[in-house]
């Protein structure tokens, strides 16, 4: 398990990008326990999970503020496929956010690597950036995204039908996106 965990850290190490939280340091103590040295994002005040951030502003964003958001996340996203890794779904609470209002994906693909999985495949990339493509629903509309899927037009006012044409096909669980790109 110490080794298979060493090893997990050691290939994410690599992956520096502002977006995705970066692995500085790792190794195993004297008492055998994990440790894994992240650089500091700011006080506990400074930095939030996206989950947090979503409810302290009443459950929604602004497609103002969804648009360097999503950004964000699938910048760091892409960076991490193309390096060959893979998180898996990622959720609300697994991002976190700084003061200054940065993305950072937290352990990106930590639990996969430790369980072996190397590498990623097409539809894994298809099924992350589905998932980015979830978590930007859930914060422009304050809804899950769940069956059936209201259009996000009729759940925001106003909205520019580039969002609705890219939820559409982000949605689509037979044909979506192939790459965060």
Do not use: N
């Not at 958001?69 to 700084?98: C, K, M, N, S, W």
């Not at 298809?126 to 995204?145: F, K, M, N, P």
């Amino acid at each position: 398990e110490q080794r298979r965990f060493l090893a997990a850290v050691e290939s994410l190490a690599v992956l520096d990008e502002p977006h995705i939280l970066k692995i500085e340091q790792f190794a195993l103590d004297q008492m055998d326990t994990a440790w894994v040295v992240c650089p500091f994002t700011g006080d506990a005040d400074g930095v939030r999970t996206l989950g947090r951030l979503l409810r302290e502003k009443g459950g929604q964003l602004s497609p103002f503020e969804l648009e360097p958001a999503l950004t964000q996340i699938l910048q760091g996203v892409g960076f991490a496929h193309r390096q060959r890794h893979g998180h898996g779904p990622l959720t609300l609470d697994e991002i976190l956010v700084d003061r200054h209002g940065r993305l950072i994906i937290e352990l990106y693909g930590l639990a996969r690597a430790i369980q072996g999985e190397t590498g990623i495949d097409a539809e894994s990339v298809r099924d992350e950036v589905r998932s980015v493509a979830e978590i930007g629903y859930q914060l422009i509309t304050g809804l899950r995204c769940e069956e059936p899927l209201i259009p996000v037009d009729r759940l925001v006012k106003r909205l520019d039908s580039r969002w609705t044409e890219w939820f559409d096909r982000a949605l689509d669980p037979t044909d979506g996106y192939d790459t965060a790109e």
